[in-house]
């Protein structure tokens, strides 16, 4: 059996994060910028949740028809109360 890697030696210590109140295009942007596919949510300095490039690929395609597509923000689309781990 093959053995899993530690989560220490697979997690970023300084990772990118993006704005609760951000719009997601901004998300989107950092993410290409740096090459990632998933960004902490942070409010007031502490983490609230989690985007990935999946949340923000179905957010386009929802709202791919919708007047108001740039309007949407990270808190619309992020998956709250992420599980966190001590390392």
């Known amino acids: 059996m093959k053995r ?12 990118y994060s993006v704005y609760r109140d951000a ?3 901004a998300a989107s942007e950092l ?4 090459n990632v596919h998933d960004l902490p949510v942070t409010r007031d300095r502490q ?11 179905a957010a386009m395609h929802v709202n ?5 597509s740039g309007s949407l923000r990270v808190s619309d689309m992020h998956m709250a109360d992420p599980y966190i781990v001590s390392l």
């Open 23 to 25: 719009y997601l295009v």
């Open 4 to 15: 899993l890697p530690a989560r220490k030696t697979e997690m970023t210590p300084f990772p």
């Open 31 to 34: 993410m290409g910028k740096h």
């Open 64 to 68: 791919a028809h919708s007047n108001d």
């Open 47 to 57: 983490l609230v949740g989690v985007i990935t490039d999946s949340d923000l690929s």
